[in-house]
C-alpha cells in the first residue's frame, strides 16, 4: 500500500467541468485529497469531446484530466439535487466551481449560505473573464488566446497569429487553482477559517506572458510573432540538419562558445558580431547561417548526442511520441498505468509522500452508490 499523500484526509467537492477546473482538482486528487466529481445528467462537456477515443469508445480527452476522482450526477436545478450539493460541500474541505458569475448563486449555492453552513470551506471560483465588466463574456480559451496577445506573440510574424497547440490558457489557470487552493487551506488550518479564491483565464494567461507582459509593463514594448526565434537571446531558434530540424538554445556566451567549438567555428566566438548575445541578435541571419552550413552535415539525433556533452541546450524537434520515448529513455517514467488507464504521469515526486494512482477516470456517475451513502449516512467514500 503506498504512503498517505500529502492532501491525505481533504476533501474536495468539484462542480468545475471542461479543461481548468478539472486539471486543478486531478493535481489535488495525485497528491491525495478526496475528490467527488460532481456532474449533471449528460456528464462533462469533454466526455463528449473526440476523436481520438480510446478503444472502448471514452473520450481520451476526459480520460487525461479525470484520473483519481468519484463521479456523482446531481441535477442541481431540482430541489433533491440541491440538497445533496449541500450536504457535499458542508463536509468538503475545498469547493472548486467555475459557473458562470451568478449561476451558483441563484441554484442557492451563495456565499452567505456557504459560509454559514461550512466556515472552513476553501471556496475557489473560475471564471473567463472576471465576476465584474467580463462576467457575461463566455470563457474559452482560443478566446482568450486572441484577446489575452499570446496569438500574436506566436506565429512565425506580426501578421499570422497562432493558437498554441495546447488549451495554455486553462492549463495555466488550472496550475494557478491549485496554488491558490493549497495557500487557502494553509491560512485555514492556521485560523480555521475558509475563504474564497477567485481567478480568470485572462488574468492567469496575462501572468504567463512573463518576460513579454513584464516589457510591456515596463516600457510599453509590443513583440510580435517570431516563430521559434527568441526576440532577446540568439541563437535560440531551429536549425537544419541532415535530416530534420534541432533547435539549439544557447543563452549566455559560454554555451555559445561551446557550441562554437563542437562545430568547428571557434573563430565566431571572437567574431566582433557575435562576442556577445546583443550582437548575436543584431546579426541573427548571418549567424544562422554559418552555424546551419555545418549542422546540415549530421543528423539532428547525431548533433544531440555531441553538443549536450559539451553544455549547449540543444533537441530534435520530436513528436509528442519522440518526447514521451526520450523521457523514457531518460528514466522518467512518463506513463503510468492506471488499473488498465494509460495516464501520463503527474510531474511532482516527493520524498515521503508521492503522488498515488488510485482509480482510473470514473464513468458518469460511477460513484453514485457510495457518494450518496455518505452523504446521507456519513459513511466516508474509501
Given at each position: 500500500?503506498?504512503?498517505?499523500?500529502?492532501?491525505?484526509?481533504?476533501v474536495?467537492?468539484?462542480?468545475?467541468?471542461?479543461?481548468?477546473?478539472?486539471?486543478?482538482?486531478?493535481?489535488?486528487a495525485d497528491?491525495?485529497?478526496?475528490?467527488?466529481k460532481?456532474?449533471s445528467?449528460?456528464g462533462d462537456?469533454?466526455r463528449?469531446?473526440?476523436?481520438?477515443?480510446?478503444?472502448d469508445?471514452?473520450s481520451t480527452?476526459?480520460?487525461?484530466i479525470n484520473?483519481?476522482?468519484r463521479?456523482?450526477?446531481?441535477?442541481?436545478?431540482?430541489?433533491e439535487?440541491r440538497?445533496?450539493?449541500?450536504a457535499?460541500?458542508?463536509r468538503a474541505?475545498?469547493?472548486?466551481?467555475?459557473?458562470?458569475t451568478?449561476?451558483?448563486?441563484?441554484?442557492g449555492f451563495d456565499d452567505?449560505?456557504?459560509?454559514?453552513?461550512n466556515?472552513?470551506l476553501?471556496?475557489?471560483?473560475?471564471?473567463?473573464?472576471?465576476?465584474?465588466?467580463?462576467?457575461?463574456?463566455?470563457?474559452?480559451d482560443l478566446?482568450?488566446?486572441?484577446?489575452?496577445?499570446?496569438m500574436?506573440?506566436?506565429?512565425?510574424?506580426?501578421a499570422?497569429?497562432t493558437k498554441?497547440?495546447?488549451?495554455?490558457a486553462?492549463?495555466?489557470?488550472?496550475?494557478?487553482?491549485?496554488i491558490?487552493?493549497?495557500a487557502?487551506l494553509?491560512?485555514?488550518?492556521?485560523t480555521?477559517?475558509g475563504?474564497?479564491?477567485?481567478?480568470?483565464?485572462?488574468?492567469?494567461?496575462?501572468?504567463?506572458l512573463?518576460?513579454?507582459?513584464?516589457?510591456?509593463?515596463?516600457?510599453?514594448?509590443?513583440?510580435?510573432?517570431?516563430?521559434?526565434?527568441?526576440?532577446?537571446?540568439?541563437?535560440?531558434?531551429e536549425?537544419?540538419?541532415?535530416?530534420?530540424?534541432?533547435?539549439?538554445?544557447a543563452?549566455?556566451d559560454r554555451q555559445?562558445?561551446?557550441?562554437?567549438?563542437?562545430l568547428?567555428l571557434?573563430g565566431?566566438?571572437?567574431?566582433?558580431?557575435?562576442?556577445?548575445?546583443?550582437?548575436r541578435?543584431a546579426?541573427?541571419?548571418e549567424?544562422k547561417?554559418?552555424?546551419t552550413?555545418?549542422l546540415?552535415t549530421r543528423s539532428?539525433?547525431?548533433w544531440?548526442?555531441?553538443l549536450?556533452?559539451?553544455?549547449?541546450?540543444?533537441?530534435?524537434?520530436?513528436?509528442?511520441g519522440?518526447?514521451?520515448?526520450?523521457?523514457?529513455q531518460?528514466g522518467l517514467?512518463?506513463?503510468?498505468?492506471?488499473?488498465?488507464?494509460?495516464?501520463?504521469?503527474?510531474?511532482?515526486?516527493f520524498?515521503a509522500?508521492?503522488?498515488s494512482?488510485?482509480?482510473?477516470?470514473?464513468?458518469?456517475?460511477g460513484?453514485?452508490?457510495?457518494?450518496?451513502?455518505?452523504?446521507d449516512?456519513?459513511?466516508?467514500?474509501?
Amino acid at each position: 500500500m503506498s504512503a498517505p499523500g500529502p492532501l491525505d484526509g481533504v476533501v474536495v467537492a468539484d462542480f468545475s467541468r471542461v479543461l481548468a477546473g478539472p486539471y486543478a482538482t486531478m493535481l489535488l486528487a495525485d497528491l491525495g485529497a478526496t475528490v467527488v466529481k460532481v456532474e449533471s445528467p449528460t456528464g462533462d462537456d469533454t466526455r463528449h469531446w473526440g476523436p481520438p477515443w480510446t478503444p472502448d469508445g471514452h473520450s481520451t480527452y476526459y480520460q487525461s484530466i479525470n484520473r483519481n476522482k468519484r463521479s456523482v450526477v446531481l441535477d442541481l436545478s431540482s430541489e433533491e439535487g440541491r440538497r445533496r450539493g449541500l450536504a457535499l460541500v458542508r463536509r468538503a474541505d475545498v469547493l472548486i466551481e467555475n459557473f458562470r458569475t451568478g449561476s451558483l448563486e441563484r441554484l442557492g449555492f451563495d456565499d452567505a449560505t456557504l459560509s454559514e453552513l461550512n466556515p472552513r470551506l476553501v471556496h475557489c471560483s473560475i471564471t473567463g473573464f472576471g465576476a465584474g465588466a467580463g462576467a457575461g463574456v463566455p470563457g474559452y480559451d482560443l478566446v482568450v488566446q486572441a484577446v489575452s496577445g499570446l496569438m500574436s506573440l506566436t506565429g512565425p510574424d506580426a501578421a499570422t497569429p497562432t493558437k498554441t497547440g495546447i488549451a495554455t490558457a486553462d492549463v495555466l489557470t488550472g496550475l494557478h487553482a491549485a496554488i491558490g487552493i493549497l495557500a487557502a487551506l494553509r491560512h485555514r488550518d492556521a485560523t480555521g477559517v475558509g475563504q474564497r479564491v477567485e481567478l480568470n483565464l485572462l488574468s492567469s494567461m496575462l501572468s504567463g506572458l512573463v518576460n513579454f507582459g513584464g516589457a510591456y509593463a515596463l516600457t510599453g514594448d509590443l513583440s510580435h510573432g517570431m516563430g521559434i526565434r527568441h526576440p532577446s537571446i540568439c541563437p535560440y531558434e531551429e536549425f537544419e540538419t541532415a535530416d530534420r530540424l534541432l533547435v539549439v538554445a544557447a543563452g549566455n556566451d559560454r554555451q555559445f562558445r561551446a557550441l562554437c567549438g563542437c562545430l568547428g567555428l571557434t573563430g565566431l566566438a571572437d567574431d566582433p558580431r557575435f562576442a556577445t548575445n546583443a550582437q548575436r541578435v543584431a546579426h541573427r541571419g548571418e549567424l544562422k547561417a554559418r552555424i546551419t552550413a555545418v549542422l546540415r552535415t549530421r543528423s539532428a539525433d547525431e548533433w544531440f548526442a555531441a553538443l549536450t556533452p559539451a553544455g549547449v541546450p540543444c533537441g530534435p524537434l520530436n513528436d509528442v511520441g519522440q518526447g514521451m520515448a526520450l523521457a523514457e529513455q531518460l528514466g522518467l517514467e512518463p506513463i503510468v498505468d492506471v488499473d488498465g488507464s494509460a495516464q501520463v504521469a503527474n510531474p511532482l515526486r516527493f520524498s515521503a509522500t508521492p503522488v498515488s494512482y488510485r482509480r482510473p477516470p470514473p464513468g458518469l456517475g460511477g460513484d453514485e452508490e457510495e457518494v450518496l451513502a455518505w452523504l446521507d449516512h456519513d459513511e466516508e467514500p474509501t
